[in-house]
């Protein structure tokens, strides 16, 4: 399995047989994030949208005629098993910025779960569904999502093997502001930020591990 962040809250997961892409963004919205302002050209068998907001919903950017998975349920395609659980975009039920679907995938014998843009600590029946997470991919900036406490707070719920930050504003510095804040929450001395990462079932670390990606540039 490899994995490429994209910028904001979209991910290429690229499978043995099959690539997934998660919450693809509009150019505007990768251009206010600060990230890469297209995404390039991007192909995928599935495409996940947690929720219907243009940094997440941008489908038509993605060639291969996808299977598009878009809210609650459980889903097969492709041999891949997605169980979409039912969240919220902010810690007012919705009130606010509405609903927010979690990803569970697996894939190649991983489990990777996309918090997509969660707004609140994890409640007991969304950790039953997310618990066997090896790969955790988070919100960390605290704009419109969780922040890096919060984000540590669930990591510790859910204790996965590899964490991955997300959805932060890389403000030019070499380490932004939200990516600093976080991994002093988890620990983290030594940020080194890397294109891409490669995980099997065989190799999975055993203990969390926090792994910084660099947006692809397009």
């Known amino acids: ?90 810690d007012k039920k919705g009130q606010e910025y509405g609903r927010n679907t979690i990803y569970v995938i697996h894939i190649d014998d991983l489990v990777i779960c996309h918090l997509g843009d969660l707004g609140h600590i994890l409640q007991e029946e969304q950790l ?34 590899v964490v991955i930050p997300m959805h932060y504003h890389a403000d030019g510095a070499e380490i932004p502001a939200p990516l600093g804040k976080f991994c002093r929450e988890m620990g983290v001395e030594n940020i080194t930020a890397q294109p891409r990462l490669v995980v099997t079932r065989s190799n999975v670390p055993a203990e969390t591990q926090v792994v910084v990606l660099s947006p692809r540039i397009a």
């Open 1 to 90: 399995m490899e994995i490429s962040w994209l910028g904001h809250s979209c991910f290429q997961l690229r499978g043995k047989n099959v690539t997934l892409v998660t919450d693809p963004f509009s150019p505007q919205q990768g251009s206010s994030q600060g990230e890469t302002s297209q995404l390039g050209k991007i192909s995928a068998s599935i495409v996940t949208v947690s929720h219907n907001h243009a940094g997440h919903n941008n489908v038509v950017a993605v060639s291969g005629n996808p299977h598009v998975v878009k809210g609650p349920g459980e889903y097969e395609i492709s041999d891949v098993l997605i169980t979409g659980v039912a969240s919220y975009h902010d």
């Open 128 to 161: 039953e569904e997310v618990a066997d997470a090896d790969i955790l991919l988070v919100p960390i900036g605290g704009e419109h999502t969780i922040n890096a406490t919060q984000a540590a707070e669930i990591i510790s719920q859910v204790e996965p093997r």
